[in-house]
């Protein structure tokens, strides 16, 4: 099997191997982030008050959203 190598990575291999690093590093604290912000959701949104439409209320908005986009 023959692997290639780019020009970048022959000239200084320690150099392509810390971009590497720090990209892999930037991705892990961008999932870190995405997930406290996850875990954040629900708990956030257990203190509001949830307004719920019954059926009756449910059909008619999206009767008047069928409506208007039919204008």
Not at 43 to 66: A, Q, S, Y
């Amino acid at each position: 099997m023959v692997y290639s190598v780019c020009s970048a990575e022959a000239d200084n291999p320690s150099q392509s191997g810390k971009a590497m690093d720090e990209s892999f590093d930037k991705e892990v604290e961008d999932v870190n982030r995405d997930t406290k912000a996850y875990d954040a959701c629900p708990k956030c949104l257990e203190g509001e008050r949830r307004e719920v439409l019954g059926e009756t209320d449910f059909l008619n908005e999206k009767l008047k959203v069928h409506i208007s986009n039919t204008v």
